[in-house]
Structures are given as C-alpha cells and as structure tokens.
C-alpha cells in the first residue's frame, strides 16, 4: 500500500512539474504582416497547443501597404522578449515594415544596417533566447497590375519585361539561350525605362546585403534557425538567381540546413519555426509518414516552386526538426498529399468569370479523387493520426475530395487540413499543424480545422468565387472593386457572411462554434479573409 502511495505521488510531482513548465513556456511572435495566415491563425494553432503567445499589437503589424511602425515594433520586442523562452521573428517586419514594404522601400543601406545590428543587440541582451528568422527574396511576378498595392507602381506596365529580364538572365547562366532567347533578354531590358530598372535592381541588391547580414548572424550563432522564402517563383527566375547566390554565400559560411534554407513559400513559414521552437523547448523530433494520390504524386512539380513536392516536405520537416520514416508504425503523423495524378496544379476556378475554366473544380469527382479519399479513411480506421495537404489547386481546396470527405464522416476525425494557397503554403501549414495537435485538446483541433475548412474550402473554392461574379456583374466597375472593395467592403462582407454560413449549414456538422462565425475582408481586398467567432 505505501509503494502504491509514493507511486501515486511521484506521478502527481511528475504531472503537476510537466504541467507548470507547460504553463510557463512563452513564446515571442513578430509576423511578416497581419494577414490572418500570419498572424491570428498560426497564433490560434500555438495556444491550442498550450503556448503563450507575446504577439505585438495590430498597429505595430504592417497593414497592407502602411507603415507597420519598425522601431515601435523593435521597442517592443526589446520590451518583452525577457518574458520569452523562445522569439520567432519575421525579418522582413522588423527591417523593412512587412513583406509588401520589402518590395517598395526606399531606405539606405545605414538604416538597414541599424535595424539588422538591433539582433545583435538582442542577443547581448538575453544571451539563452533561441532566436529564430524568416525572411524573403524578393519576388518577380509574371506581370503587374493596374493598381496593384504589391509592386512600385511602374510594375503594372513593365512587370512582364522585368520578369523576362530575370528569367531568361538565370537561363542564360544555367543552361544557355538560343538566339531568339538572347534578343528577348536584351530587349526585356531595353523596353524598361532606365529609372525604373536601376530602382528595382537597387532595391533586389539591398535585399541581398540584408539577407547575407542575416546568414552571418546565423553564422555566428546568434541566429538559431534562418529560414529564407522564395516568393511567388518559376522555374527560371530573378528569384532563383539572387536563391544561387545566397547558397553560395551560405556555404562559404559552411551553414547546414540545419540552421539555414532557403526553399519555396513564405507566408507558411512563421507557423513552420514556431513549430521549430516548440520541438526545440520539447526535445522533440516528430516522426512522419508520407504518402501521395496515385500517378506522379511526391514528382509532382507544383506552380509557384523550383522543386518537386516531396523535396519541398523534406525540407519544410527538417527546417521544423522532424524526420521522413518508411513505415506508418513508427510515425507521430501520417501526412496524405492530395495531388492530381498527371502532377499539374490547377489554379483559375477563383478568377475572373471571363477567364476561368469552369470545368477546373465542379463537384465531379476526377481520376484520383476515389483513390485518395480510400486512403485517409484506411488510415482513420487503423487509428493513425491523418494530416492532409490539399495541393490540386494552387488556391482553394478540391472541391470533390472535400465532398467525399464529407460523405464519409471524415472531416473532422483528421488532425489537420491545409488547402489555401501555394502547394508549398498548405503544405508547411498542415504539416506543423498536424505535429503540434498532439498538445492539443479534441475541441481545439477541431476549431482549428473549421477555420481551414471555412476558408479554404468554403470561401476560396466556393463563396469567393460567387461573389466575385456577383461583383463583376453587379458593380459599374467590378473588376477593379474585386481588389479593392472601399466603400463597398460592408456590404460585401455582408454578402460573403451569408453564403459562408449556408455553406456551413450544407456541408458542416452542426458544431455551437460554427453558429456566429462573421467575415472580415482584413486588406480591403477580396483573395484572403479573416473569419472570426469560432470560439
């Protein structure tokens, strides 16, 4: 009876230490802007988990294209990161104002440099913090947009010539150009006013001196983890030019991926080393069993990326200290890819009535969609725990997986789901989601889920592309008031509430924290939502 007692007790000792030290670990999150997907959601996943979260205020985030306020930010951090066991911070928001700002700044290289000493100052300051990073290189977009808040404003008219100019530059140093190749390159150039080109080319220089500053810092270990995003790439490109020289620089600096890469996506990656810290405070290497839809599955080359899908899991797991395993016995998470089976990514059901293919995403299942929802049931059933990345659409979920996903009872018996933007987005989000879940209760997990669900499923692939119709056919300007709702924005929350909710009332089962869920157009625009009152 006494052996029974002290057992008892060390066990109460054991639980009672466990759950203080849980309790108590904090964690400090400076987002690249405040986009729900980097802000409010990976911060939503932390504190189901059990984490504290030392989030700055709204007004101190970048909004949109306005000053985030960088040395209030700093001021901040400074101010609160003692109460940290671990800061995980966005490069982008405290050196330039946020990542739309890193595309459009003008400051010098001095007040970069200020900004970039301000880690080293930190780390003087609280010499055990783990400090870990994300930055981006910049992005070359295929083509601008009238009135665009996301390039100068010269991209609108010149966006294709500078993206001409970057990609056929990186093919000429790779593989070589034919002739004609080598006229578009000079006349890429030559068609860009010389004004605008030394500005853009300036401006990509700086953001490669900041980002050799951070390897450095990382280097010297200041920097615990350096993630670098390639934002909204090709396979030949600016971007994957500028990506050369940095690995190059890295090396040179002999930095393993386990404290430095660079690789596809940006927006994924706060919840990817916020993943990081945790299995760092945890001593934590989460194991994961992969598995693709039929066809060319891990071959797959999604749009917006430089690398096949399965290198892109790779490397996203080990950026979050977890490891690839052979057999779902010995894993913590099975992770199911939902790729087409011909490895394309589709990505036009959301756009413009007068330029989508409506046949992309009807309720109709494809080749595919029968294999791999027999696959997550497989898997349910044997008791694992199931994570899906939905990568069929470049964004916005498929609309048939998800319908027999539903058939079968299986939405809410998954750990997690992502399917709302690039392949290299969803799969970063799903994947530390998933990990981080075996902290979390059931009702969390599932709340979790329904955010994903309700806007990537609901809105991305259904009610945005409804409204947008309705806008484009109801409005003197519809194309124009699609990205930039100003005084419309009520009404047209209004409306994209209501048709979240029947959608809700069609497709979910009847959860109390799906009743008064509202819809917020957070940048005034109509590509992301914030939804909120799922609590």
């Known amino acids: 009876m006494k052996r029974l007692i002290k057992f008892i ?29 980097s802000y409010s959601q990976p911060v939503q996943v932390l504190e189901a988990a059990g984490f504290e979260m030392i989030v700055p205020p709204v007004e101190y985030v970048n909004r949109n294209f306005e000053d985030g306020g960088i040395n209030e930010l700093w001021d901040w951090i400074e101010k609160n990161v003692s109460y940290a066991d671990a800061a995980v911070i966005s490069a982008d928001a405290v050196i330039y104002g946020g990542l739309i700002p890193s595309r459009q700044h003008e400051f010098s290289t001095e007040v970069l440099s200020a900004r970039i000493n301000r880690f080293n100052t930190l780390h003087e300051k609280n010499p055990n913090l783990k400090i870990y990073l994300l930055s981006s290189i910049m992005r070359a977009p295929y083509e601008g947009t009238p009135g665009s808040i996301e390039e100068p404003e010269y991209y609108a008219q010149y966006g294709n010539a500078f993206y ?30 010389d004004e605008f080109f030394t ?19 990382t280097a010297d270990g200041i920097v615990s983890y350096l993630v670098v995003g390639l934002d909204d790439h090709h396979d030949f490109s600016q971007i994957r030019r500028e990506n050369r020289e940095l690995r190059d620089y890295a090396q040179k600096k002999n930095l393993p991926k386990t404290k430095f890469q660079t690789l596809s996506g940006i927006d994924e990656f ?55 395993v052979t057999n779902p016995k010995k894993a913590d998470l099975v992770f199911l890819v939902n790729t087409d089976p011909i490895g394309v990514t589709y990505h036009s059901h959301n756009s413009s009535p007068f330029t989508r293919d409506k046949t992309f995403n009807p309720y109709v299942q494809r080749d595919g969609t029968n294999y791999f ?36 009872g299986l939405l809410f018996k998954l750990k997690s789901y992502a399917g709302w933007n690039t392949a290299t987005n969803s799969i970063g ?100 939502i914030e939804i909120e009152g799922v609590k």
């Open 270 to 324: 706060g919840l990817v080393l916020l993943t990081r810290a945790v299995n760092d405070l945890r001593g934590e290497t989460p194991k994961v069993f992969v598995r693709y839809n039929k066809g060319v599955g891990a071959l797959t080359f999604p749009a917006y990326s430089d690398e096949v899908v399965s290198e892109s899991i790779e490397d996203e797991l080990k950026i979050m200290n977890g490891e690839i």
């Open 199 to 217: 500005d853009w080319l300036l401006r990509r220089r700086k953001n490669l001196f900041v980002t050799e500053n951070l390897i450095d810092l």
């Open 373 to 408: 929802v027999n696959m997550v049931d497989r898997y349910v059933k044997q008791g694992y725990s199931v994570s899906v990345a939905d990568i069929t659409f470049g964004n916005g979920a498929d609309n048939p997986m998800m319908n027999l996903l539903k058939k079968r």
């Open 164 to 193: 001409k100019y970057g990609a056929f530059s990186d093919k000429k140093e790779t593989v070589g150009l034919t002739e004609s190749e080598s006229e578009e390159l000079e006349n890429s150039q030559k068609s860009i006013p």
């Open 429 to 528: 989000f799903s994947l530390g989601t998933g990990i981080l879940t075996k902290h979390m209760s059931e009702e969390s997990k599932n709340k979790i889920l329904a955010v994903r669900y309700l806007d990537d499923w609901a809105y991305q692939a259904n009610v945005r592309t409804a409204v947008g119709d309705w806008i484009y056919f109801n409005f003197p300007n519809g194309a124009w008031t699609y990205g930039h709702l100003d005084d419309n924005k009520a009404m047209i929350e209004e409306k994209i509430t209501q048709l979240m909710h029947k959608f809700v009332k069609d497709n979910f089962p009847r959860y109390d924290f799906l009743k008064d869920f509202t819809v917020n157009c957070i940048w005034n625009r109509m590509f992301e």
């Open 9 to 37: 007790l060390a066990l109460t000792i054991i639980f009672a230490i466990s759950t203080q030290d849980a309790a108590g670990e904090k964690i400090l999150f400076v987002p690249v802007d405040d986009r729900p997907v």
